[in-house]
């Protein structure tokens, strides 16, 4: 069950190849674009398996000509969200939202360390644009597994000359880099969920203050490989299996379970739900519950987090 937002017609104007495995979606609304900050996104309307389900996708760079620009790496062993796009053409219609910004970029920092990996780069692009227009102190890590899945480094390279460093098939050394930042500088982060906490790990070690370093993640990797699991649900007298292509959040809503949801990103916490018992190992890939919540093993975020083995939830539902 979605937060109301508004939505719009809309088609695929263009589409290209980005790297063997990014492709770039052009869409045209009806109604014309709306204006939107760096770090926003969109929620478009997708068909899996016939059935109407809802994904996100990072704004790449301004609205340019009353279109967006979206970019979506194709996931064979994801929730079948990117493959659905990837079977979208030229000309076909769609519904989207409105642009939304729960990763907005701050203008009032000394400096500036933009750090991605894979399709993390999507939200940084428009702030690195954004900030080297002004002039700002700004400097990009990129990391990918090969040279062939840097998306957008020739765009990248183009404004941001020396200041792009790119790393293929190694990590970035996030202690040295923030080690390097102005005091009062800012990070922001997007990329799979090992990088957001060894840059949260980093950021902590060197005494910053928590406020300095955003953060968004993609919302579909995290530690473990997803595999099926159980949920119990004693309120609804449920037990139900989710499969390992399917989140947490579908696997309820399909039960009947009606649960609160936004983002679908693990970013807003409103389809945080309440564990009872787990029988295994919750995989947190939200950044919205803090290290010692996700520790403490008490909620999970159901559009992103998984379990290997099985869980008892709860939900808000009573019977009155």
Request: include cysteine; charge should be neutral.
């Amino acid at each position: 069950m979605k937060s109301s937002q508004a939505w719009a017609d809309a088609h695929i104007q263009s589409i290209r190849d980005l790297t063997p495995t990014v492709r770039e979606f052009t869409i045209r609304p009806t109604q014309g674009a709306v204006p939107h900050g760096p770090g926003s996104h969109l929620q478009l309307e997708v068909l899996v398996d016939g059935q109407p389900q809802w994904r996100s996708y990072s704004l790449v760079g301004p609205a340019k000509g009353d279109v967006y620009r979206i970019a979506v790496k194709r996931l064979d062993s994801g929730r079948g969200g990117s493959r659905a796009m990837w079977q979208l053409a030229q000309g076909d219609r769609l519904r989207i939202s409105e642009p939304q910004n729960h990763f907005p970029l701050a203008w009032d920092a000394p400096a500036y360390l933009l750090v991605a990996g894979g399709i993390g780069i999507t939200p940084l692009v428009g702030m690195a644009q954004a900030l080297a227009a002004r002039g700002a102190p700004v400097r990009l890590c990129y990391a990918a597994r090969d040279a062939g899945e840097l998306a957008y480094a020739s765009d990248l390279q183009a404004c941001l000359g020396d200041a792009l460093q790119t790393l293929t098939g190694r990590r970035i050394d996030l202690a040295a880099e923030v080690a390097a930042l102005a005091p009062g500088a800012q990070m922001y982060v997007c990329g799979p969920a090992p990088m957001l906490d060894a840059a949260r790990q980093a950021w902590a070690d060197a005494g910053r203050p928590p406020a300095d370093l955003r953060f968004e993640t993609f919302g579909s990797s995290g530690h473990l490989a997803p595999q099926a699991f159980r949920v119990q649900i004693p309120r609804h007298r449920l037990d139900i299996t989710v499969p390992a292509d399917c989140s947490l959040l579908d696997a309820l809503e399909s039960a009947g379970v009606l649960t609160l949801s936004d983002c679908k990103r693990g970013e807003c916490g409103l389809c945080a739900v309440d564990v009872l018992a787990v029988d295994g190992t919750i995989d947190h890939r939200d950044v919205f519950l803090s290290a010692y919540e996700k520790q403490a093993n008490r909620r999970i975020c159901a559009c992103v987090s998984r379990v290997v083995g099985s869980v008892t939830l709860d939900s808000a539902w009573r019977p009155d």
